[in-house]
């Protein structure tokens, strides 16, 4: 039995000092449920995606999406946690209850704040989806594990500084038309390029705009079983899906190959039957830069070490043969850790169902592909997309 999403909510991600945790779940479910035109006591399951580690008092949040509707009381509610990750393994967990014949109708929400932690404190937190045991001593926090792997990939295959700012440059263009994204400025390629005081260098080659947006946000949405969709006003069909889990220690593979990601994207697309070259667009994990430049050679896009090419040759432009991060991406988007990954599979329903934001819509989209990743290259998840109604 497959499984579709029939509805969706997404809050702009940002400083949301008005908002707690509860506030954003609440929010976004009862949005979610009033799109797809499902009343709470038609749910079956409910999935709830929040990291945490250390941003919320509240560790325990699962049933804060009962506060919804109170029809959603003695529901099946489940939260899940596999690091930045966490909001695709809400949505696959629902996916696969679906599948078994557990559930007819899921509600999957993600959910972060962490904007309200102090900044060291934001470091810490997520230096925990590393291995502490050789990792917790990185200047920088996470950003600091990524800038070693920038630097690791600038010594084996040549300074990619260009190819870096032309990513970062790419996707806060695109954020621009994106309305919930945090940071919607053109930036222009020249200022990611250079450092200067606004743009200072955080960690090895890495520097400020190359690094994602610390946010708050929650994203949801409705999942049913074929045979349910097809009676709603619209659907979007999961044509494959893959996760991959890798060693966490780095220094138990070779980090710049993204070897559980190539992996995934390789299930994925065999599971839907279709190659790169038939997907329309692709949502990808760009929490760095560089991220998104070994992604490309992960997916398939170039061969490795030649990441740099898809996007000096603009096929990962909006305009290109596989635009990437139309959204802005994590970049320009934020990056709520348990909401990324709902808010990935939402915008790209929205792009299939041609109810994407203005300027943001592509034309005409057939197949999405998306890429969502917990630590560095640890938790891979990819879906591929289509509508089926």
């Given at each position: 039995m497959s499984a579709a999403i029939v509805g969706w909510a997404h809050t702009p991600f940002g400083k949301q000092d008005a908002e707690t945790v509860e506030s954003l779940i609440v929010r976004v479910a009862t949005e979610a449920l009033v799109d797809a035109g499902i009343t709470a006591d038609e749910v079956d399951e409910i999935v709830l995606g929040h990291y945490n580690a250390g941003f919320s008092a509240q560790d325990f949040t699962a049933s804060l999406v009962l506060q919804a509707d109170p029809a959603l009381r003695f529901k099946p509610t489940t939260r899940v946690e596999n690091a930045c990750a966490t909001g695709s393994a809400a949505v696959h967990q629902g996916v696969r209850a679906i599948r078994a014949g557990d559930a007819k109708v899921v509600l999957v929400v993600g959910v972060e704040q962490m904007t309200k932690t102090p900044g060291p404190e934001i470091g810490k937190n997520l230096l925990k989806a590393s291995y502490l045991p050789e990792d917790s001593e990185v200047q920088g926090g996470f950003a600091g594990v990524?800038?070693?792997?920038?630097?690791?990939?600038?010594q084996r295959h040549g300074d990619q500084s260009d190819a870096l700012a032309m990513i970062a440059a790419k996707n806060h263009k695109n954020g621009v038309a994106n309305p919930y994204a945090q940071m919607r400025k053109d930036l222009g390629y020249a200022f990611c390029r250079e450092e200067s005081e606004k743009n200072p260098y955080v960690a090895g080659p890495l520097k400020r705009t190359d690094c994602s947006l610390v946010s708050d946000g929650a994203a949801a949405l409705v999942l049913a079983d074929e045979e349910t969709a097809?009676?709603?006003?619209?659907?979007?069909?999961?044509?494959?899906?893959?996760?991959?889990q890798d060693f966490l220690p780095m220094s138990k593979r070779d980090i710049l190959k993204f070897e559980g990601g190539a992996l995934a994207w390789k299930q994925a697309l065999a599971k839907a039957n279709v190659t790169l070259d038939d997907l329309s667009f692709?949502?990808?994990h760009d929490c760095f830069t560089v991220a998104e430049l070994i992604e490309y050679e992960a997916m398939g896009l170039t061969r490795e070490g030649d990441g740099a090419r898809a996007i000096k040759e603009g096929w990962t432009q909006k305009d290109g043969k596989l635009p990437v991060n139309v959204s802005g991406g994590l970049k320009a988007k934020g990056h709520p850790i348990?909401?990324?990954?709902?808010?990935?599979?939402?915008?790209?329903?929205?792009?299939?169902?041609?109810?994407?934001p203005e300027g943001m819509q592509l034309s005409e989209p057939r197949l999405g592909g998306i890429f969502n990743m917990g630590g560095a290259a640890v938790a891979n998840y990819v879906s591929v997309l289509e509508r089926i109604k």
């Open positions: 990524f800038g070693k792997i920038a630097a690791a990939y600038f097809l009676r709603m006003r619209r659907a979007v069909g999961f044509r494959g899906m893959a996760h991959v692709v949502e990808t348990g909401a990324t990954g709902v808010s990935m599979h939402v915008l790209s329903a929205m792009q299939l169902t041609g109810e994407a």
